[in-house]
């Protein structure tokens, strides 16, 4: 059973580029959660989804950011027109329904210059 | 909405003492509380959880307690080895929340040999 899959691990935009990190959460969960980490400091709730639902995006910028959980696939963050604040690791974790335990994908580590 | 905060922000000690990091939340309807460890560039890993109705949970040399009327809950390390050099985070969730975890600010755990 593979653990939570996030890929790029790193990627590089330029100022007014888009983003799109992808996570595939483990088998059998159902639930996904995308967390925002800058750098020295904790982690960040931005939005938790399930399958073609997002539930809550109470902590996701309203402008540039939107993410999605379809039927298939992966569950996709979008970041439009990165801005150098925009550079930070972004963490995706899944738990199962009715679970609590969160586990977390490695990360993608996003830089913008 | 949850308020978690986390003391001390770094933490340094020799091999074989015990290491404490205490955490305090806000919201009264939080109910699980997991404990994560962050090495450099890695992801969070989940070390040990402890949910409402118990108040203290063990695994080797790891225990965690939970104070519910005061709202505090605790991470001890006990015989520490330079291994257990991390970023600690502690976390608070609620079912009713939809269990995204609020996270404190982390500890910066120091092993000395």
């Known amino acids: 059973n ?17 983003a799109r990190l992808r996570c595939s959460p483990m088998k059998g969960h159902s639930h996904v959660y ?20 997002i539930i809550d995006e109470s902590g996701m910028p309203k402008e540039r950011f939107s993410a999605e959980f379809p039927k298939e696939g992966p569950s996709i963050l979008r970041i439009q027109q990165v801005v150098r604040g925009d550079s930070a690791a972004y963490f995706c974790a899944s738990s199962p329904v009715g679970g609590t335990e969160a586990f977390f994908g490695q990360g993608t580590r996003l830089t913008v210059v | 909405g949850e308020n978690v ?11 074989g003492d015990s290491a404490v990091i205490k955490c305090t939340y806000s919201d009264s309807a939080s109910n699980y ?26 695994d080797q040399r790891i225990a965690v307690t939970l104070n519910k009327t005061a709202k505090h809950f605790s991470l001890h390390i006990t015989e520490t080895q330079p291994e257990d050099s991390a970023v600690y ?7 009713n929340a939809g269990n995204m975890l609020t996270f404190g600010g982390g500890t910066r755990l120091m092993v000395k040999p």
């Open chain 1, 34 to 53: 995308w967390y925002r980490q800058l750098p020295e400091e904790g982690l960040k709730f931005m939005v938790y989804l399930q399958k073609e639902n």
């Open chain 2, 33 to 58: 509380f997991p404990w994560y460890k962050q090495e450099l560039g890695k992801r969070p890993q989940l070390i040990i959880d402890i949910r409402s109705n118990v108040g203290e949970k063990k």
């Open chain 2, 89 to 95: 985070f502690c976390a608070a969730s609620s079912n």
């Open chain 1, 2 to 18: 593979a653990g939570v899959m996030q890929n790029p691990r790193h990627l590089v935009r330029r100022r007014g580029q888009e």
């Open chain 2, 5 to 15: 905060e986390q003391h001390p922000s770094t933490l340094s000690v020799q091999e």
